[in-house]
């Protein structure tokens, strides 16, 4: 019978030899990466060679391969990583967003593009824009919407008169915790955070922080930065942030709902092709008059499409007009989506997109570990 030592070192030594085989893999891949940048041309920037409808195919196939016993997450994870290092083997892209770091626009840039890229933070969401329009970045994260708190209209205004795609989207589980040198929750006199989070966190805040002034600053990195040296003080941030910035987190997963989710949008200057699983971004305007709203609509309903979000902003210069952002499913080059913009034009007013872009991979993440949850269930009654 063979020993416990034994049977451990022929486990070590199958891994040792897969591990080997998989650097084997990793560096034939990187090659074949390799192959196609040399087919589009050498020496073009990083960005030409990126497409994301293309990744977002081979990000839908490591989910539906996946049989465990790693989750679909980690999944996903290592194979952006593996992409992100073949696409950065001659230079990384340059990806802006809203800094500093420690933000979980950071953390969704990471999630989305790997960390084989060049981060730039951004003071604001409108220097992202202008860091992209003027090409000193590739691409941009901006925050668009939080499942609890709702959008975020600055990003929405600055689309109005922006050339600027959409070519992407992030959904990001947000965590949210409470930084502090602090022993304990009666030596916090304040707590620093954006206004999103201190939203987000307000029963708890409520709860286990009552009296206490609450101080919102503009990123959970910056109220970070300002408890590193001040133990009377707490800030509400990510435990990216806590270890960037050498703050003990006193309490995690603070947040009041446990799904809270912010969805954040990759702009661009160019516009790319199906995915096979796409969202498409709209902007309707026009002269004011009775029904309009409705008319441009009306072809959606017509071909049977599905209208997921609408939202309303002023119309800039325009007392009392509005511009409608909506989101709808399909891909403004394939139909039936090609067709009802073709009669969204004939109405009078304007629908201009704003892109066309690959349905963020997570949400079908979150689908299949529901069902394999569900599977597990049924077998178990």
């Not at 953390?107 to 409108?126: D, K, P, R, T």
Request: aromatic share 6%.
């Amino acid at each position: 019978m063979t020993n416990p030592d034994e049977r451990l070192a022929d486990v070590r030594a199958r891994i040792d030899a897969l591990d080997a085989e998989i650097q084997r893999l990793i560096s034939d891949r990187a090659s074949l990466a390799f192959e196609v940048a040399r087919t589009k041309g050498e020496h073009l920037p990083a960005a030409d060679y990126y497409r994301p409808e293309r990744e977002a195919q081979v990000l839908r196939g490591v989910v539906e391969r996946n049989q465990g016993p790693l989750s679909d997450s980690e999944m996903l994870r290592l194979f952006r990583e593996i992409m992100s290092a073949c696409l950065a083997r001659q230079e990384p892209m340059r990806i802006a967003y809203l800094g500093p770091e420690g933000t979980f626009t950071q953390q969704a840039v990471h999630a989305h593009f790997g960390h084989s890229v060049l981060a730039m933070g951004q003071a604001g969401i409108e220097n992202v824009f202008e860091q992209v329009q003027g090409g000193e970045a590739d691409f941009g994260v901006v925050p668009i919407e939080n499942s609890t708190q709702g959008v975020v209209t600055h990003t929405l205004d600055l689309f109005i008169d922006s050339p600027l795609h959409i070519c992407g989207e992030i959904e990001l589980r947000i965590h949210h915790n409470l930084l502090t040198h602090a022993s304990g929750l009666a030596g916090i006199d304040r707590v620093y955070a954006h206004q999103q989070s201190l939203s987000q966190c307000r029963e708890w805040l409520r709860r286990n922080l009552p009296g206490v002034e609450l101080l919102p600053v503009s990123s959970n990195a910056e109220a970070a930065r300002r408890v590193r040296n001040a133990p009377e003080a707490a800030a509400i941030a990510s435990l990216s942030a806590a270890e960037i910035y050498g703050i003990p987190a006193l309490f995690s997963n603070i947040e009041d709902q446990p799904d809270n989710t912010t969805r954040f949008l990759v702009i661009g200057r160019d516009r790319f092709t199906p995915s096979g699983d796409d969202k498409t971004t709209l902007l309707l305007t026009g002269d004011e008059g009775p029904g309009l709203l409705h008319a441009l609509l009306a072809p959606l309903a017509a071909h049977g499409l599905n209208m997921t979000r609408i939202e309303s902003r002023p119309a800039p210069g325009r007392k009392w007009s509005y511009v409608f952002f909506i989101d709808v499913d399909g891909h403004a080059d394939e139909d039936p989506l090609k067709s009802a913009l073709a009669e969204m034009k004939q109405v009078g007013g304007e629908a201009r997109l704003l892109g066309s872009y690959p349905r963020a991979v997570a949400t079908r993440i979150r689908t299949a570990e529901k069902s394999a949850q569900d599977r597990e269930d049924a077998d178990d009654e």
